[in-house]
């Protein structure tokens, strides 16, 4: 309202009253500058009392918008599990079909030549892993050789 005005406007009046109204319950459509101040000069003269009575308007009012909880699917709940249950059943078939373990092979005793050669690879002397590389060749395709036959792959 302007001080040269005698009479508020309509605007001014239907502002009043989004004002009033969003006063009322501390939040609504009103500017928040608006109620920032207003709730400031309210705070200021009671120290944010409320009414005894007014605190019952409030809690009914609020009863009254509230909505009952929305309860839970449990048909959904049920299907995920059946989902998962038939997924772990499948799994548990699919490892029971393989077939048992093989038995474990006989792999071939590494030869003295190659210990050795560990042994000299590991000392602080050791220039070069090559005499390590020559001697685990032949071993390597001994093994590979003895996991083939026993594997059959």
């Known amino acids: 309202m302007n001080p040269d005005d005698i009479e508020p406007t309509a605007e001014e009046l239907a502002e009043a009253e989004e004002l009033a ?27 944010g009392a409320l ?23 449990s048909w ?38 190659l210990l050795d050669a560990q042994i000299r690879a590991t000392t602080s002397e050791a220039a070069s892993l090559e005499p390590l590389g020559a001697e685990l060749k032949p071993y390597r395709v001994a093994v590979y050789s003895t996991l083939r036959e026993h594997y059959g792959r």
Do not use: C, M, N, W
């Open 51 to 73: 009414d005894p009575a007014r605190s019952q308007l409030t809690l009914d009012d609020a009863l009254s918008r509230a909505r009952p909880r929305k309860r839970t699917s």
């Open 21 to 47: 109204r969003a006063l009322e319950r501390g939040h609504g459509p009103a500017p928040a500058k608006e109620l920032e101040t207003a709730a400031l000069l309210r705070y200021a003269k009671d120290r």
């Open 76 to 113: 959904r709940v049920i299907l995920i599990g059946a989902f998962g249950l038939s997924a772990a059943a499948a799994a548990t078939l699919l490892a029971l079909q393989s077939g048992p373990a093989p038995e474990a092979s006989a792999l071939p005793a590494p030869p003295r030549a």
